[in-house]
């Protein structure tokens, strides 16, 4: 095939609503495809997710019970409630608990940080999972002190 034909092939497509020919001749074989200028229509994000979380997390303070202090997390880290898998938790929903006590540990660069109580009274909640990342100053456990 000539360059001749090669182009005015590449200039019909252009003109035409065409976005690809093949074209075989004498043993010879020739593909032009147009590229697509279609602007994918992206779909608007309803809500901002963002804000949403925002809006929960206020929510969430307001709800809590009045009186409750938590304790809090001094590192960014893992936390576990037991110091060895099959080892018992160190607090448990319900338990009383004493200023100095060790209540949990935040794992922080292959360091298990003993966290102690600086409270006296009753574990109330527990809002960290065993094995979650939690972040400075995630309240990990919630507590009605006497």
Same mark, same amino acid.
């Given at each position: 095939m000539k360059i001749s034909f090669i182009k005015k092939l590449i200039e019909? !497509?252009?003109? %035409? +609503?065409v976005e690809e020919i093949e074209i075989r001749r004498l043993g010879t074989s020739i593909r032009i495809r =147009?590229?697509? $200028? =279609?602007? =994918?229509e992206v779909p608007r994000a309803t809500k901002n997710p963002v804000q949403d979380l925002?809006?929960?997390? $206020?929510?969430e303070e307001k709800s809590e019970m009045t009186?409750?202090?938590?304790?809090q997390a001094p590192m960014v880290g893992t936390f576990y409630k037991a110091p060895a898998p099959d080892a018992p938790p160190y607090v448990e929903i319900g338990d009383r608990i004493v200023p100095g006590q060790i209540v949990c540990i935040v *794992?922080? %660069? $292959?360091? %298990?940080? *003993? !966290?102690?109580? +600086?409270v006296r009274g009753t574990i109330v909640d527990i809002l960290a999972k065993n094995d979650d990342p939690v972040e400075?100053?995630? $309240?990990l456990l919630l507590v009605k002190p006497e």
């Amino acid at each position: 095939m000539k360059i001749s034909f090669i182009k005015k092939l590449i200039e019909l !497509i252009e003109e %035409m +609503d065409v976005e690809e020919i093949e074209i075989r001749r004498l043993g010879t074989s020739i593909r032009i495809r =147009k590229e697509s $200028k =279609k602007i =994918k229509e992206v779909p608007r994000a309803t809500k901002n997710p963002v804000q949403d979380l925002a809006e929960e997390t $206020k929510i969430e303070e307001k709800s809590e019970m009045t009186g409750v202090v938590a304790i809090q997390a001094p590192m960014v880290g893992t936390f576990y409630k037991a110091p060895a898998p099959d080892a018992p938790p160190y607090v448990e929903i319900g338990d009383r608990i004493v200023p100095g006590q060790i209540v949990c540990i935040v *794992e922080a %660069m $292959k360091i %298990m940080n *003993e !966290i102690e109580s +600086d409270v006296r009274g009753t574990i109330v909640d527990i809002l960290a999972k065993n094995d979650d990342p939690v972040e400075f100053n995630q $309240k990990l456990l919630l507590v009605k002190p006497e």
